[in-house]
């Protein structure tokens, strides 16, 4: 869901923003962890009638690419937000950086102008923009944050690149039988009805089967794609994600490699926030999000930890935010004083070994599924000719 609301942060006065939460309270409970006093909430319903325009989105990498090749050419910050507002052509994001220009103009530093925008800047962005005014390296914070986006989409490719063969599949072994069942057993019955014998058991019930989906197609169709765009509607509801993925994660196999998965992404903002001067505790606020609710609570439990003067490396063993070889290279982060650069070599570490798990599972499931879609539609094939091989067997 989409909130508006209206706070106050120590030194900037009263903002508007814009916040997406699953609900009111964990909206309060963004805006608070970014340093916000509530003055008043509101929801925004995102389904307005039957509007599916797509909202276009912005691309931020894009942007922090464009930005950084203008600052390293030699242009200000002014100038070169002015050189891109510009040449973009969608009026929504050119009167955004027309409203960052003016903001700038006023005075204010460019993190200030950011935040104003969270729909577009999330709070990992403005939080390296405004560690970077401290040491005035902005151009290294924008070159490490498109890095660290770069690294992030690679994982993510890869996953969907290697979950694109086994959904082909499936949709083709499930158009081939639904062609078996629909069109080619009713051909096979009425052959079968003309003949007059009794047919076995599965046979019939094969036949059934695809009298139904002949004589009712239609509607069984209409219910089919209801039953899809009601799943797909309710898979963009936060609170169904949620419930889904703690579904997922209760499977052995799969719960301890999306673990892994989500740590590596952790270590991975952890340390490039680190890398750009964030203290280790509100580094930690910031990246709770990017947690599933299980581990947020234990991260929150560390944060506490740390806050009582525990090391980074024993809080995140001692509440479950390590593996065994995570661990040992925190340890050495402590010891070498380089824990920004070792939490990326954690989540890079990570990041290797689900891209061969992947690899490995994508090898064994391929070849499993392939089998399974032939058994089927063999299957059905025999069923289809058991008759008539009976019907053979009794001539001879």
């Known amino acids: 869901m989409h909130f508006e609301l209206k706070a106050i942060r120590d030194g900037e006065g009263v903002l508007a923003l814009a916040i997406e939460a699953a609900d009111e309270a964990e909206a309060i409970r963004q805006a608070k962890s970014q340093g916000l006093s509530i003055l008043t909430i509101k929801a925004k319903k995102s389904w307005q009638g039957l509007n599916f325009r797509p909202r276009k989105r912005f691309a931020l990498a894009l942007f922090s690419q464009e930005l950084l090749a203008l600052l390293n050419a030699g242009l200000s910050l002014v100038e070169a937000i002015e050189a891109l507002a510009e040449k973009e052509h969608q009026p929504d994001i050119q009167k955004l950086l027309k409203q960052l220009i003016a903001t700038l103009y006023e005075g204010r530093t ?9 729909v577009y800047f999330p709070i990992l962005y403005v939080a390296t923009v405004r560690a970077s005014e401290t040491t005035g390296d902005l151009a290294v914070a924008l070159a490490r944050y498109v890095a660290y986006q770069e690294q992030m989409d690679s994982v993510r ?15 083709a072994g499930g158009l081939v039988t639904l062609f078996l069942i629909g069109y080619v057993v009713p051909k096979f019955s009425l052959v079968y009805d003309q003949m007059g014998r009794d047919l076995p058991l599965f046979s019939r019930l094969l036949m059934s089967m695809g009298h139904t989906l002949r004589n009712n197609g239609i509607l069984i169709a209409s219910i089919a794609t209801m039953i899809l765009a009601g799943s797909g509607y309710a898979l963009t509801r936060p609170a169904t994600k949620l419930r889904v993925m703690q579904k997922i994660w209760q499977i052995p196999a799969v719960g301890s490699r999306m673990k892994i998965y989500q740590l590596a992404r952790f270590y991975r903002t952890l ?7 964030t203290a280790i505790v509100t580094a930690l606020k910031m990246t709770a999000d990017l947690l ?44 070498t004083g380089q824990m920004g650069e070792m939490m990326d070599r954690i989540a890079a570490f990570h990041d290797e ?44």
């Open 110 to 118: 460019l993190s200030y102008a950011l935040q104003q925008f969270p």
């Open 157 to 171: 490719k890869k996953i969907i690149s290697a979950s694109i063969y086994p959904v082909l599949l499936l949709v």
């Open 271 to 277: 340390g490039m926030l680190l890398q750009g001067g």
């Open 292 to 335: 599933p609710g299980t581990l947020r609570s234990q991260l929150i439990l560390a944060s506490d930890s740390i806050r009582e003067g525990a090391s980074i490396s024993q809080a995140m063993e001692r509440h479950g935010l390590t593996t065994a070889v995570a661990a040992r290279m925190l340890t050495v982060g402590e010891r």
């Open 353 to 396: 070994e689900m891209a061969r798990w992947v690899e490995w599972f994508s090898k064994l499931f391929e070849p499993i599924l392939m089998a399974v879609i032939g058994l089927v539609i063999g299957i059905i094939v025999v069923l289809m000719y058991f008759p008539i091989f009976e019907l053979a067997g009794s001539i001879q």
